[in-house]
C-alpha cells in the first residue's frame, strides 16, 4: 500500500485565496488579487504569453492585481475583475474565450476581454470548452461549446460571445 504525501506548490506556500483547475492546468489566485498558473500551456491555459509547460506558478500576464474569482475550463481559463469584468485566455476551438473569434489558430496565451458581459459579473464557472457568469441581476450569460445544449440558449450552436440562459 502507497502512501500520498502532501507538499506545497513552490511559491504558493501562504496568500492564496482560491485555486481551479483544467485538465492538465491549475491556477491560483492570490490573496493580493493576482493570478499565477501551471502546468501544461500547449494551448495558452498559464496565461504567461509563453509557450511550454510549467511545473512551478508563473504570473498571468496582466493580472498581478484585481482579480476576485477564477474560473479554470479544459484548456481555457477565465477570471473575474474588480468591477465585474472578465477577461479569458487559452483555447479558443470553439469561442471560449468570448472575444467574437473561434478556432484552432484563435487560441490567446494572454488574457482577452469577454464582450457583451458588461460589467455587473459576479460569479464564474467553467467546463469543457466552455463558461458562464452570473451577473449581478441574476442573469446567466454562456459561450464556447454548445454541443449538447449546455450554453442554456435553447440551440446546440457553438458561441463566441456570451448568450442568454434561457430560463422558463
Same mark, same amino acid.
Request: glycine share 18%.
Given at each position: 500500500?502507497?502512501? &500520498?504525501?502532501? *507538499?506545497?506548490? /513552490? =511559491?504558493?506556500? %501562504? $496568500? +492564496?485565496?482560491?485555486?481551479? @483547475? #483544467?485538465?492538465?492546468? !491549475? ?27 510549467? &511545473?512551478?506558478? *508563473?504570473?498571468? /500576464? =496582466?493580472?498581478? %492585481? $484585481? +482579480?476576485?474569482?477564477?474560473? @479554470? #475550463?479544459?484548456?481555457? !481559463? ?33 488574457? /482577452? ?9 459576479? @460569479? ?38 456570451? /448568450? ?5
Amino acid at each position: 500500500m502507497s502512501k &500520498s504525501i502532501s *507538499v506545497d506548490v /513552490v =511559491g504558493l506556500s %501562504s $496568500g +492564496v485565496a482560491a485555486i481551479t @483547475a #483544467g485538465e492538465y492546468h !491549475t491556477c491560483a489566485l492570490t490573496n493580493e488579487g493576482g493570478v499565477k498558473c501551471w502546468g501544461d500551456n500547449y494551448w495558452g491555459e498559464l496565461g504567461d504569453g509563453k509557450g511550454g509547460e510549467k &511545473s512551478i506558478p *508563473v504570473d498571468v /500576464v =496582466g493580472l498581478d %492585481s $484585481g +482579480v476576485t474569482a477564477i474560473a @479554470a #475550463g479544459q484548456w481555457q !481559463t477565465c477570471s473575474l475583475i474588480t468591477g465585474g469584468g472578465v477577461k479569458c485566455w487559452g483555447s479558443n476551438w470553439y469561442g471560449e474565450l468570448g472575444n467574437g473569434t473561434s478556432g484552432e489558430r484563435t487560441y490567446k496565451n494572454t488574457p /482577452v476581454d469577454v464582450v457583451g458581459l458588461g460589467n455587473d459579473v459576479v @460569479a464564474l464557472t467553467a467546463g469543457d470548452w466552455y463558461t458562464c457568469a452570473l451577473t449581478a441581476a441574476g442573469q446567466i450569460k454562456c459561450w464556447g461549446y454548445n454541443g449538447y445544449g449546455q450554453l442554456g440558449d435553447g440551440t446546440t450552436t457553438h458561441r463566441s460571445t456570451p /448568450v442568454d440562459v434561457i430560463i422558463p
